[in-house]
């Protein structure tokens, strides 16, 4: 409840304002059993067509007031409920981004993508019926019983033992229904995580024809979803029906206790029949929110924990301000991901000066992107330093080290938008003749010019309209348009054809302003002419040096090398 208080909180005029219409209304219905006794008691068996006409005409006035009142305290309910429900999604997507890789990871993307909808909306909606029902409910209760025993006092006791009953029903739904919503929200995390990766995947899926496969994964998590709910749900189809069975026992003991009640008071009997009635919907709607509350509970907090989670890297207290020229040093680096029990990266020491090519190659997992991904900050070394122009990359101001670094990841990212919006992710500012000259550098302003709408031509989400080696060629576009300092090249060219490449990379090496490039590649001949080739296996720096010295030196990139080139050792 310490989330919604904390939302509610910067709303209290409308919630105040809202509760206002709520009683107002509240108090309508509590008014008309009392004004139909005077018609029955007073006009009916007087005969007294006046009063019948004069309490009439009141009761249509109050029941016209609660409309109106019913009307307004919606209309704020509604707003004042999505109004939060918008604070809550954009605080945590702001929270989301404002995290470390290594948070997304612990929280997982699809559990993330759940919290954000689904437990926004659960919480959403409690809100909405508490401004609507949840106050509404105990202020008709508690004035139907009020009225009740005042109207007719002997009433008391079998309304103190009916309430008794259905209060501990209410809190015996609430201790059996909890850990049954919370872990019906786990589940639904389950199902979106599973139906995420078909749709990332579908290509490869239909490739391989592991239809069914995906089929059963499916079903899988839809009928642990559906078994969780079902489990859940049962609480209140227990519960509910006990609740009514009490409530309606007790009119049956109202009336019998009312047996032998006087004639010229028998509006007085309908009128406690009628509270007994409102006490009985009254407490059913306490029923319906308690169960919405319980599920609103459990979201609450797994969206406190987005909230509430310590990002893993904290911003510099005395962030090194200088201008990054684009020196590189590891010392004795190792990395751990959070969860395994093997180093990613061991021990790993080198430095690459601004201008220099750095290649980086090794078998599949030996630690290659994971390495880069240090330099940026995507991911603080477990120990060991980073450090860039001789500074801690910890020490550095975010900002200031993103700008200056450009990254081309290994899977070519793009999105939804036009081209010239996808290539000024690079640099907001970016005229046109930037755009074009680092497009020309990627070789793909000759296949954007063929488009029919040029740099204006829209692209689907993900850039599902381009071939793979389209979306490298624009998404290393992308990364020379912000002119880095560093520029990290993440086997960013494997959809392209040699020739291609050779391209590429003869551009890349003709840039006005160099940076130092790190360049990562399964190709040997991609890497063999770099100043600077890194050998990595099993997360260990194997050599480093120019390939003439590592065909000497590295048995590993010696492999690498007669594996794909093949013929005598010669260089």
């Given at each position: 409840?310490?989330?919604?208080?904390?939302?509610?909180?910067?709303?209290?005029?409308?919630?105040?304002?809202?509760?206002?219409?709520?009683?107002?209304?509240?108090?309508?219905?509590?008014?008309?059993?009392?004004?139909?006794?005077?018609?029955?008691?007073?006009?009916?068996?007087?005969?007294?067509?006046?009063?019948?006409l004069r309490c009439g005409a009141v009761m249509l006035a109050v029941a016209a007031a609660g409309a109106c009142a019913a009307v307004l305290r919606n209309v704020f309910s509604t707003?004042?409920?999505?109004?939060?429900?918008?604070?809550?999604?954009?605080?945590?997507?702001?929270?989301?981004?404002?995290?470390?890789?290594?948070?997304?990871?612990?929280?997982?993307?699809?559990?993330?993508?759940?919290?954000?909808?689904?437990?926004?909306?659960?919480?959403?909606?409690?809100?909405?019926?508490?401004?609507?029902?949840?106050?509404?409910?105990?202020?008709?209760?508690?004035?139907?019983?009020?009225?009740?025993?005042?109207?007719?006092?002997?009433?008391?006791?079998?309304?103190?033992?009916?309430?008794?009953?259905?209060?501990?029903?209410?809190?015996?739904?609430?201790?059996?229904?909890?850990?049954?919503?919370?872990?019906?929200?786990?589940?639904?995390?389950?199902?979106?995580?599973?139906?995420?990766?078909?749709?990332?995947?579908?290509?490869?899926?239909?490739?391989?024809?592991?239809?069914?496969?995906?089929?059963?994964?499916?079903?899988?998590?839809?009928?642990?979803?559906?078994?969780?709910?079902?489990?859940?749900?049962?609480?209140?189809?227990?519960?509910?029906?006990?609740?009514?069975?009490?409530?309606?026992?007790?009119?049956?003991?109202?009336?019998?206790?009312?047996?032998?009640?006087?004639?010229?008071?028998?509006?007085?009997?309908?009128?406690?029949?009628?509270?007994?009635?409102?006490?009985?919907?009254?407490?059913?709607?306490?029923?319906?929110?308690?169960?919405?509350?319980?599920?609103?509970?459990?979201?609450?907090?797994?969206?406190?924990?987005?909230?509430?989670?310590?990002?893993?890297?904290?911003?510099?207290?005395?962030?090194?301000?200088?201008?990054?020229?684009?020196?590189?040093?590891?010392?004795?680096?190792?990395?751990?991901?959070?969860?395994?029990?093997?180093?990613?990266l061991s021990h790993i020491s080198f430095q690459a000066l601004p201008g220099e090519t750095v290649g980086i190659i090794g078998p599949t997992g030996s630690g290659k992107t994971t390495?880069?991904?240090?330099?940026?900050?995507?991911?603080?070394?477990?120990?060991?330093?980073?450090?860039?122009?001789?500074?801690?990359?910890?020490?550095?101001?975010?900002?200031?080290?993103?700008?200056?670094?450009?990254?081309?990841?290994?899977?070519?990212?793009?999105?939804?938008?036009?081209?010239?919006?996808?290539?000024?992710?690079?640099?907001?500012?970016?005229?046109?003749?930037?755009?074009?000259?680092?497009?020309?550098?990627?070789?793909?302003?000759?296949?954007?010019?063929?488009?029919?709408?040029?740099?204006?031509?829209?692209?689907?989400?993900?850039?599902?309209?381009?071939?793979?080696?389209?979306?490298?060629?624009?998404?290393?576009?992308?990364?020379?348009?912000?002119?880095?300092?560093?520029?990290?090249?993440?086997?960013?060219?494997?959809?392209?054809?040699?020739?291609?490449?050779?391209?590429?990379?003869?551009?890349?090496?003709?840039?006005?302003?160099?940076?130092?490039?790190?360049?990562?590649?399964?190709?040997?001949?991609?890497?063999?002419?770099?100043?600077?080739?890194?050998?990595?296996?099993?997360?260990?720096?194997?050599?480093?040096?120019?390939?003439?010295?590592?065909?000497?030196?590295?048995?590993?990139?010696?492999?690498?090398?007669?594996?794909?080139?093949?013929?005598?050792?010669?260089?």
């Open positions: 409840m310490k989330l919604i208080l904390r939302y509610l909180r910067r709303h209290t005029g409308i919630f105040l304002i809202s509760t206002l219409f709520l009683t107002l209304e509240a108090a309508a219905d509590l008014l008309q059993p009392t004004l139909m006794s005077y018609i029955v008691d007073e006009g009916v068996s007087r005969a007294s067509v006046g009063m019948i707003r004042t409920s999505q109004t939060i429900g918008r604070e809550m999604r954009r605080d945590m997507y702001a929270k989301v981004q404002s995290l470390s890789l290594e948070n997304i990871d612990h929280l997982q993307p699809a559990s993330i993508i759940t919290r954000i909808t689904n437990d926004v909306t659960q919480v959403q909606d409690f809100i909405n019926g508490i401004m609507r029902i949840m106050a509404k409910a105990p202020i008709t209760c508690v004035g139907a019983i009020v009225l009740i025993v005042l109207r007719t006092p002997r009433q008391a006791p079998v309304m103190a033992v009916i309430l008794t009953i259905a209060a501990l029903l209410i809190l015996g739904n609430m201790r059996v229904g909890y850990p049954r919503f919370g872990r019906v929200q786990r589940k639904l995390d389950r199902l979106n995580g599973v139906t995420r990766e078909f749709l990332s995947s579908v290509r490869v899926v239909k490739a391989f024809r592991a239809e069914e496969e995906e089929t059963e994964k499916f079903d899988i998590a839809s009928a642990e979803l559906a078994q969780a709910n079902t489990s859940a749900l049962r609480s209140m189809a227990v519960f509910s029906p006990l609740i009514s069975l009490t409530i309606n026992f007790g009119i049956v003991m109202l009336l019998w206790v009312s047996r032998e009640q006087n004639a010229s008071e028998i509006g007085r009997l309908m009128a406690s029949v009628n509270y007994m009635t409102q006490v009985l919907f009254a407490v059913g709607m306490i029923a319906n929110v308690i169960n919405t509350a319980v599920r609103a509970i459990a979201s609450s907090e797994r969206i406190l924990e987005v909230l509430e989670e310590r990002p893993a890297q904290q911003p510099p207290a005395d962030p090194v301000r200088t201008d990054i020229s684009g020196t590189v040093t590891f010392e004795d680096v190792s990395f751990t991901y959070a969860g395994a029990g093997k180093e990613a390495l880069v991904n240090l330099i940026p900050r995507l991911y603080d070394a477990s120990s060991g330093r980073v450090l860039i122009d001789g500074a801690d990359v910890r020490q550095i101001e975010e900002k200031r080290l993103r700008r200056a670094v450009g990254v081309v990841a290994q899977k070519a990212l793009l999105f939804s938008g036009s081209i010239r919006e996808n290539l000024r992710w690079g640099r907001e500012d970016a005229d046109d003749e930037t755009l074009r000259r680092a497009a020309r550098i990627a070789c793909a302003d000759g296949f954007v010019m063929k488009t029919e709408k040029e740099y204006d031509t829209r692209l689907g989400q993900g850039g599902v309209n381009l071939s793979g080696g389209q979306k490298q060629r624009l998404s290393l576009a992308r990364a020379l348009v912000r002119d880095p300092r560093i520029l990290i090249l993440d086997d960013c060219t494997s959809a392209l054809d040699a020739q291609t490449e050779a391209a590429v990379l003869k551009g890349l090496r003709g840039m006005e302003r160099k940076a130092t490039v790190f360049l990562i590649s399964q190709r040997i001949s991609t890497v063999m002419r770099a100043d600077r080739i890194l050998c990595l296996d099993n997360g260990r720096l194997q050599g480093c040096g120019t390939h003439e010295e590592l065909m000497k030196s590295c048995g590993t990139y010696r492999e690498i090398y007669l594996s794909q080139i093949g013929g005598e050792e010669h260089v």
